[in-house]
């Protein structure tokens, strides 16, 4: 995760936005691994990863080297999966070279998705806590409402966006924002962006000038 939230002028803003359980993670059994393409190619039978989400790699026989270096796997053993289909997958930032064959055995560990359907989200960014509104997503903000929130619920992901004519425009420079998922009971959830103190801080937004106009 990031440190802060960076808008640069003048282009377009996108940011993915993955919601996982934070301390339930899902493990599913490696039956091969195939360096025919270049990057591994692991059968993982229905495994229900989505497309993009960080994955680790463990208890892997024979090409040990696929294996996260740490026990439990830290941030950097992760590698971002491409779906191939329903049972392969593959880690295509992985270089291989120099791998072994591949044996048997090994698991893919990753955070269990969370179904987000017929949830509503909302965000907004303000020069600080209860201060004034810089953008938000919401209709009463208007003309302020210039954030777009994008849900896929079937891979567990948001993307934020905001037009480049609209980052453009903007004339501050810092300012700290919460996103805020709600459920259809109306429970509402802090969804933490950046790795910026701990889950209850805001998070910090930085915008920075553009070199072509």
Do not use: C
């Amino acid at each position: 995760m990031e440190k802060e939230i960076v808008i640069q002028r003048g282009s377009t803003f996108e940011y993915e936005v993955l919601w996982a359980n934070a301390t339930d993670f899902t493990y599913k059994a490696i039956t091969a691994i195939s360096l025919t393409f270049g990057p591994p190619r692991l059968t993982v039978t229905g495994h229900g990863i989505p497309p993009g989400w960080p994955v680790a790699i463990t208890r892997v026989s024979g090409m040990r080297k696929i294996n996260a270096e740490n026990s439990p796997p830290s941030s950097r053993d992760y590698h971002t999966v491409k779906v191939i289909d329903a049972n392969t997958i593959e880690l295509n930032d992985v270089d291989a070279t120099g791998f072994s064959a591949y044996a048997s055995g090994g698991f893919v560990q990753f955070k269990t998705p969370i179904d987000f359907s017929g949830y509503a989200f909302r965000q907004d960014i303000k020069d600080k806590e209860g201060g004034t509104v810089l953008l938000s997503s919401e209709l009463a903000d208007a003309p302020l409402n210039l954030i777009t929130i994008t849900p896929t619920p079937a891979e567990s992901k948001l993307l934020i966006g905001i037009d480049a004519t609209d980052t453009a425009a903007i004339a501050w420079s810092k300012g700290v924002t919460d996103l805020e998922a709600v459920s259809p009971t109306g429970k509402v959830v802090k969804l933490k962006l950046t790795s910026s103190g701990d889950e209850t801080d805001h998070d910090p937004v930085r915008v920075v000038g553009e070199v072509t106009t």
